[in-house]
């Protein structure tokens, strides 16, 4: 079973950078798309960023495009969330996720068959 740990996250001021990470120690991210999700205080956990397995193509939520990269590293069995000029509307709880490989919405919660705990990112401005 995947199990996905995320680190990196703290408290920043705006216009400040993240580097948020997701690593499961039993196992690699071979086959698996990788996610990013956010989830704000009395909002629905949102789509941020998220790597294909087969093509590596990435997607982005436009209100991150441009200022977040994801990336993954499958030696290492590790995926990135690269977070630059952060805003104080980026503030939430950051989760990973995993699914297995397949065609499909990447974006969608539902669509994940395993999550991280979340990682708190706070922005100050």
């Known amino acids: 079973q995947v199990r996905l740990v995320e680190s990196g996250g703290g408290l920043v001021q705006a216009g400040d950078s993240l580097r948020l990470s997701c690593a499961d120690s039993g196992r690699t991210f071979v086959g698996h798309d990788m996610g990013w999700f956010r989830q704000a205080p009395g909002k629905e956990r949102e789509f941020v960023a998220a790597?294909?397995?087969?093509?590596?193509?990435?997607e982005y939520a436009d209100s991150v495009k441009g200022r977040f990269t994801i990336s993954r590293d499958n030696g290492k069995n590790s995926v990135h969330l690269q977070m630059n000029s952060l805003k104080v509307e980026d503030t939430a709880v950051y989760y990973c996720?995993?699914?297995?490989?397949?065609?499909?919405?990447?974006?969608?919660?539902?669509?994940?068959?395993?999550w991280g705990q979340g990682t708190q990112v706070t922005v100050s401005s």
């Open positions: 996720a995993a699914r297995l490989a397949r065609l499909g919405n990447i974006r969608t919660v539902g669509g994940y068959d395993y």
């Open positions: 790597i294909s397995w087969s093509s590596g193509n990435t």
